[in-house]
């Protein structure tokens, strides 16, 4: 079985940690070490059944106080990367969505994570890789909203991204999603009605 988040170990220790049995969390933390012993043969980076879900498992346990670690000692290596990664996946022109919405998941947790020693560079790099993401992922609407029909992938698609950025509205402070996001959401709203007359 992968070590990803969605598709991966990583989920069954997340709902052992967040189980209210304290054995259950017990076999979390065993899970989560035996993962740990794993992730550095793995070549698989993905969100999905990868580094990068195993990664944002471990920030989110410790944004939850769920564990007690300095995330930007632990996840050092695996910031770098997944900054590489990033930077690959935005100069791929066949980027895969889902991909860039995994790798977005994993900087913002990074960015929201809270160290005693921050390292602010840390935080600085998952800002930019949000922004850049963002930046990518704002082309994807703009070119779903110039397209008079759209298929059912692409409607799922901007959906996601449409969610996405709603849901980071409230966590990073970044100018497309300020200034963009109502105008799109208009934008479909507004062509949905329109077709439906």
Same mark, same amino acid.
């Given at each position: 079985?992968?070590?990803?988040? $969605?598709?991966?170990?990583?989920?069954?220790? &997340?709902?052992?940690?967040?189980?209210? @049995?304290?054995? !259950?969390?017990?076999?979390?933390?065993?899970?989560? +070490?035996?993962?740990?012993?794993?992730?550095?043969?793995?070549?698989?980076?993905?969100?999905?059944?990868?580094?990068?879900?195993?990664?944002?498992?471990?920030?989110?346990?410790?944004?939850?106080?769920? $564990? @007690?670690?300095?995330?930007?000692?632990?996840?050092?290596?695996?910031?770098?990367?997944?900054?590489?990664?990033?930077?690959?996946?935005?100069?791929?022109?066949?980027?895969?969505?889902?991909?860039?919405?995994? &790798?977005?998941?994993?900087?913002?947790?990074?960015?929201? %994570?809270? %160290?005693? !020693?921050?390292?602010?560079?840390?935080?600085?790099?998952?800002?930019?890789?949000?922004?850049?993401?963002?930046?990518?992922? !704002?082309?994807?609407?703009?070119?779903?909203?110039?397209?008079?029909?759209?298929?059912?992938?692409? $409607?799922? +698609?901007?959906?996601?991204?449409? &969610?996405?950025?709603?849901?980071?509205? +409230?966590?990073?402070? !970044?100018?497309?999603?300020?200034?963009?996001?109502? @105008?799109?959401?208009?934008?479909?709203?507004?062509?949905?009605?329109?077709?439906?007359?």
């Amino acid at each position: 079985m992968s070590i990803g988040l $969605i598709n991966g170990r990583s989920g069954e220790a &997340l709902l052992l940690f967040l189980s209210a @049995d304290e054995k !259950n969390k017990h076999k979390g933390q065993e899970l989560l +070490n035996t993962i740990s012993e794993e992730v550095s043969t793995s070549t698989d980076y993905s969100f999905e059944t990868g580094i990068t879900g195993f990664g944002w498992l471990i920030a989110f346990l410790h944004q939850e106080k769920l $564990i @007690d670690i300095d995330s930007d000692d632990i996840l050092e290596d695996f910031d770098d990367q997944i900054y590489k990664l990033t930077l690959q996946e935005l100069s791929d022109q066949n980027t895969n969505i889902g991909t860039l919405l995994g &790798l977005i998941d994993y900087h913002t947790i990074r960015h929201r %994570n809270k %160290n005693f !020693n921050e390292q602010y560079f840390r935080k600085f790099l998952h800002q930019e890789c949000i922004n850049l993401i963002v930046e990518k992922l !704002n082309t994807f609407i703009g070119y779903y909203i110039s397209k008079k029909e759209l298929t059912q992938a692409q $409607i799922e +698609n901007s959906c996601k991204i449409l &969610l996405k950025f709603s849901y980071l509205s +409230n966590y990073i402070n !970044n100018k497309i999603i300020s200034d963009q996001l109502p @105008d799109q959401l208009f934008y479909k709203i507004h062509t949905k009605q329109s077709t439906a007359s």
